[in-house]
Nanobody, 123 residues
Framework: QVQLVESGGGLVQAGGSLRLSCAASGRTFGTYSVGWFRQAPGKEREFVAAIRWRGFSTYYADSVQGRFTISKDDAKSTVYLQMNSLKPEDTALYHC????????????????WGQGTQVTVSS
């Protein structure tokens, strides 16, 4: 079992930045890939970014490419999502997830999920 806890969400003005964290407890990420998804009210859960725990491969949705950066800290078993140039359409509940499929862009590719952290971008 992998337990995931997200933090770092909040309210920010358009053009601002936030850094989300996803900390793992229980089993470490090991050979998992870790992804970030977001879900706005009335919309489906949407892939944002992913990173392979072993190696440095990263994957991004087109909508965040160039603005968001996913990274990891092996010693802390933590994955980060640095979000710059935020837009109102980035407003959502952001979840991290861990799974065995590298770079999976569908929620079904992940086995473990955190509770989420709210990001609100005002215009």
């Amino acid at each position: 079992q992998v337990q995931l806890v997200e933090s770092g969400g909040g309210l920010v003005q358009a053009g601002g930045s936030l850094r989300l964290s996803c900390a793992a407890s229980g089993r470490t990420f090991g050979t998992y890939s870790v992804g970030w998804f977001r879900q706005a009210p009335g919309k489906e859960r949407e892939f944002v970014a992913a990173i392979r725990w072993r190696g440095f491969s990263t994957y991004y949705a087109d909508s965040v490419q160039g603005r968001f950066t996913i990274s990891k800290d092996d010693a802390k078993s933590t994955v980060y999502l640095q979000m710059n140039s935020l837009k109102p359409e980035d407003t959502a509940l952001y979840h991290c997830a861990a799974g065995r499929i590298p770079g999976a862009k569908q929620p079904s590719g992940y086995n473990y999920w955190g509770q989420g952290t709210q990001v609100t971008v005002s215009s």
